[in-house]
């Protein structure tokens, strides 16, 4: 049957000359993997379309005994457009990707409530002209209210992950402030104070979700910014590098 569909594009991959295969969570049927034949055709500017995390309108050809469904017609819901031209964002939109990959079930019928949070996420992040360090803490604390595995406060993960050495006010007061600020208004913190947050969400997830594994992007992204810091202090030289978490 033809469907239509709000979609949130994962990832991609191409497959042979001229076709795409697209991972999409969509609004009405969760995760869905579809081929886009001529994608990549010269007459054909439907690769574009399937950028990482782009909002999408889609009329699809669902049928749930398919592994690999065809899109009819598609279009670019709302442009995110600040994603394409400032690497830091860049950057956060390949650690989310990945971070996505693992967490939303491929068995999973649609979630309108996910697929809302991922969009105003990504609408808010694209707003941002600053203060987006600690945005990927908060989206990822946030998500996990509709996973089904909620984090309430800052002592509730502190105890979940039963981690040692955060006893200090200091890490308890920041992840509440993180839970509850918009995205707009967060809290800057130092670098390595973020890097161990993010430790502690990581291993809550993968104590939720045995088979979440290693973030591969992450230590990518923690190397740019040690590179970054040595820049900064003089260190090295690379003035065309940006820095991605700091």
């Known amino acids: 049957m033809i469907a239509s569909t709000k979609g949130i594009t994962l990832s991609s991959l191409r497959y042979r000359e001229s076709s795409l295969i697209v991972h999409v969570y969509t609004e009405e049927f969760g995760r869905r993997d579809y081929i886009i034949k001529g994608a990549f055709s010269k007459k054909s500017n439907k690769a574009s379309f399937y950028q990482p995390l782009n909002l999408l309108a889609m009329e699809v050809y669902e049928n749930p005994s398919n592994n690999l469904n065809m899109v009819k017609e598609v279009q670019v819901l709302e442009p995110l457009l600040s994603f394409r031209i400032i690497p830091q964002k860049s950057m956060i939109l390949t650690f989310i990707t990945e971070f996505l990959e693992k967490v939303l079930r491929e068995d999973e019928v ?46 509730m993960l502190i105890q979940e992950t039963d981690v040692t050495g955060y006893e200090d006010q200091s890490i308890i007061k920041a ?72």
């Open 110 to 155: 649609g979630n309108k409530e996910i697929f809302e949070f991922l969009s105003f996420s990504m609408i808010e992040l694209d707003k941002l002209e600053s203060k987006w360090n600690c945005f990927t803490l908060q989206f990822m604390m946030r998500l996990s209210n509709y996973l089904g595995f909620g984090i309430e406060n800052a002592e």
């Open 175 to 246: 992840i509440n402030q993180l839970l509850n600020t918009s995205y707009d208004s967060a809290p800057q913190f130092p670098l390595q104070f973020r890097r161990q947050l993010m430790d502690i969400i990581i291993k809550f997830y993968a104590l939720q979700l045995p088979n979440f594994g290693e973030l591969k992007t992450l230590q990518v992204l923690r190397e740019m910014a040690t590179i970054s810091q040595r820049r900064k202090k003089g260190e090295v030289f690379l003035p065309h590098l940006i820095d991605y978490l700091d």
